[in-house]
């Protein structure tokens, strides 16, 4: 199985980059400053020269993308669409370049977060972006052809990367090993247009 | 109390505008077209002039906004951006603008529907934009000050609009007085941050 991690210097990517590199003898992990397979998912020209450049995969797993983090009251509409062209279009992008790049029976496998459904203060542009790709996943799934999967994991903060005794947008942070199995649960097994959750 | 129904003559907007006439005295119908309250949602000078233009408001109802509709692979990047510009950031504008002219405990109820989260085929991008809509009212209605509220209705497919016998996105079409009865709610309980749905 030939997989490519994007955001692979990440908190979650560089965790999932890791294992898979245990269990598989094909895996990529593409960042923006990497020198070997670089890429800016806001550019869609920058995907495909990606994607051109390595063989045919079998998954594609994205853990890049950014948003604006502000309250309300200090959200202009310029800081919304920072977020619409990072995590929201350029996974949206992603997915609609990698279905033809994927082989038959491949999957594809976007990262949101517990923002979606749960409130934490100067976080409303994320939660946006979140939503919006939960039901964009929940749709698109249903449309992708020769078999090709669509799932999105969407935890809540990481311990190590966030204070363990503080709550993030109401519930305490997870292992990354908990997050690390919803990947490799949208990996290996033959779901599709599921939103894995763990808060 | 002084109401703005925003898109009043689409199918929804139409009948909430005339319904709230009946029961409330100052009740603006503004769309795209009128020669009194023209507004165009996709252009914040147009929502700021609109409402520069009346006096201050206890509720907006905005019931406008247009997304694309097409097959996933058929959607291009700019076929997404039609509904991102219009339903979605159209509406986050709306809001963002609103709060300023709004009197205290006025209330703000934006419009998304079942593709949220039921899948129709050929709305992939509808459903993004419905799904950023309920995370992004879930979200902000937390940040509002003075005691604004938000809400969202969703409803189903109009039955009129819509062949009664057949489905849309898995159900049947709704009674348009369904959809005013979410619009009544959000309009006068003390509810915020609600996903009223109707399917």
Chains 1, 2 share one sequence.
Do not use: C
């Not at 998954?59 to 309250?71: F, M, Q, R, V, Y």
């Amino acid at each position: 199985m030939k997989i490519l991690v994007i955001g692979a210097t990440g908190t979650i990517g560089k965790a999932v980059y890791e294992s898979l590199k245990k269990e598989y003898t094909t895996v990529y992990g593409a960042h923006r400053n990497s020198s070997s397979y670089p890429v800016d998912i806001t550019d869609k020209n920058s995907i495909r020269e990606l994607l051109e450049k390595l063989p045919k995969l079998d998954a594609i797993i994205n853990a890049a993308g950014t948003a604006s983090w502000k309250p309300l009251y200090d959200l202009t509409e310029e800081d919304y669409y920072i977020g619409i062209k990072s995590k929201l279009m350029g996974q949206v992008n992603l997915v609609n370049i990698a279905k033809e790049y994927l082989n038959d029976n491949g999957s594809i496998t976007l990262t949101t977060g517990i923002l979606a459904e749960h409130y934490e203060p100067g976080a409303v542009a994320l939660s946006l972006v979140n939503g919006a790709l939960h039901s964009f996943v929940n749709a698109a799934s249903n449309e992708l052809e020769r078999n090709i999967r669509l799932n999105v994991v969407a935890p809540g903060a990481i311990a190590g990367d966030f204070p363990e005794d503080k709550k993030f947008a109401g519930y305490f942070p997870i292992p990354i090993d908990d997050a690390i199995a919803m990947y490799q649960k949208s990996l290996t097994e033959n779901n599709t247009g599921q939103i894995l959750k763990k808060y």
